[in-house]
């Protein structure tokens, strides 16, 4: 049994069921279209799959669900996916205008225009630092509240004209597009990714029986730290420190299946882009208790 917490168009989920005839797989999405679309093309495999609608630390109450007390393996392959990227009128992408959405579930209700019409410029800049790592998030903050009291922003296209105004010219020839860091700030805001990161990562790693493992694939460094840290402490020993020993029962319950975290090869990048930024964690649970 295998958990694909991240769905999108279902091109991890239809691989493994291609490859192990004998897999079954609970399929997460809070995205209903995303769901659809992997639906059409899992249909083949449709007595195989249990399909989701939730974020991917819904994984508890999916598992129940679907009647399954452990699991095999969890994949996550988180931010934004392609399917989203290439659906321009989702707001997801700075490269056409399109509407302020940006949200992953259409039916949550905070969108990108409404943090940028409303937000606050300390908590604005507050969102771009913590979130975008923006190093000019105050002058951008800054510049949005003095936008909006002439006009209310409505679109990408906007936005990214003001951030070009904001940003320096030294800046904005280096370290790739300039509305990159803002987007990626009000997509985490509006969807709450790494609050959900945060709880699904340790409910993925319960959820695995022993020899089970779990895959992460982050694609910038906020999302890559917090699978960093729940690694660490998940292949730490509980032993108490200062003991000369290891106490039995209480060595580490996962072991390590990655050097760091792993990099796409260049044939790869050559390939898919998009996957040039990847960085890939996997554990594998060695110790603890598990029901089959």
Same mark, same amino acid.
Request: hydrophobic share 40%; glycine share 8%.
């Given at each position: 049994?295998?958990?694909?917490? =991240?769905?999108?168009?279902? /091109?991890? @989920?239809?691989?493994?069921?291609?490859?192990?005839?004998?897999?079954?797989?609970?399929?997460?999405?809070?995205?209903?279209?995303?769901?659809?679309?992997? /639906?059409?093309?899992?249909?083949?495999?449709?007595?195989? &799959?249990?399909?989701?609608?939730?974020?991917?630390?819904?994984?508890?109450?999916?598992? !129940?669900?679907?009647?399954?007390?452990?699991?095999?393996? &969890?994949?996550?392959?988180?931010?934004?996916?392609?399917?989203?990227?290439?659906?321009?009128?989702?707001?997801?992408?700075? @490269?056409?205008?399109?509407?302020?959405?940006?949200?992953?579930?259409?039916?949550?209700?905070? =969108?990108?225009?409404?943090?940028?019409? =409303?937000?606050?410029?300390?908590?604005?800049?507050?969102?771009?630092?913590?979130?975008?790592?923006?190093?000019?998030?105050?002058?951008?903050?800054?510049?949005? &509240?003095?936008?909006?009291?002439?006009?209310?922003?409505?679109?990408?296209?906007?936005?990214?004209?003001?951030?070009?105004? !904001?940003?320096?010219?030294?800046?904005?020839?280096?370290?790739?597009?300039?509305?990159?860091?803002?987007?990626?700030?009000?997509?985490?805001?509006?969807?709450?990714?790494?609050?959900?990161?945060?709880?699904?990562?340790?409910?993925?790693?319960?959820?695995?029986?022993?020899?089970?493992?779990?895959? &992460?694939?982050?694609?910038? @460094?906020?999302?890559?730290?917090?699978?960093?840290?729940?690694?660490?402490?998940? =292949?730490? @020993?509980?032993?108490?420190?200062?003991?000369?020993?290891?106490?039995?029962?209480?060595?580490?319950?996962?072991?390590?299946?990655?050097?760091?975290?792993?990099?796409?090869?260049?044939?790869?990048?050559?390939?898919?882009?998009?996957?040039?930024?990847?960085?890939?964690?996997?554990?594998?649970?060695?110790?603890?208790?598990?029901?089959?």
């Amino acid at each position: 049994m295998l958990i694909d917490g =991240t769905l999108g168009a279902g /091109g991890h @989920s239809e691989r493994f069921l291609t490859q192990f005839p004998g897999l079954r797989l609970i399929a997460l999405d809070r995205d209903p279209n995303a769901l659809a679309i992997a /639906g059409a093309r899992l249909a083949p495999f449709a007595d195989r &799959v249990t399909f989701v609608r939730t974020r991917y630390d819904g994984i508890p109450a999916a598992m !129940a669900e679907a009647g399954v007390e452990r699991v095999d393996g &969890v994949l996550f392959d988180l931010g934004v996916s392609s399917m989203q990227l290439d659906q321009k009128q989702r707001g997801f992408s700075y @490269s056409v205008d399109a509407p302020l959405d940006m949200r992953m579930d259409p039916d949550a209700r905070l =969108t990108a225009a409404e943090i940028l019409n =409303t937000y606050d410029a300390k908590d604005l800049a507050r969102l771009l630092r913590d979130f975008g790592e923006e190093r000019f998030a105050g002058r951008i903050a800054d510049k949005i &509240v003095r936008r909006r009291a002439q006009q209310p922003f409505e679109t990408t296209a906007e936005l990214v004209e003001l951030l070009y105004e !904001a940003i320096p010219a030294p800046a904005r020839r280096t370290g790739g597009h300039p509305a990159k860091r803002t987007f990626q700030a009000l997509r985490i805001a509006v969807n709450g990714e790494l609050e959900s990161l945060r709880a699904a990562v340790p409910a993925a790693l319960a959820a695995l029986r022993p020899g089970g493992r779990i895959v &992460v694939m982050a694609y910038q @460094s906020l999302e890559d730290r917090i699978v960093k840290n729940a690694f660490a402490a998940a =292949t730490a @020993s509980r032993t108490p420190p200062g003991l000369p020993i290891e106490l039995p029962g209480h060595e580490p319950e996962f072991v390590t299946l990655t050097r760091g975290a792993e990099r796409a090869r260049a044939d790869e990048i050559e390939r898919n882009p998009r996957s040039a930024p990847v960085r890939l964690r996997a554990l594998e649970k060695v110790g603890g208790r598990g029901n089959s």
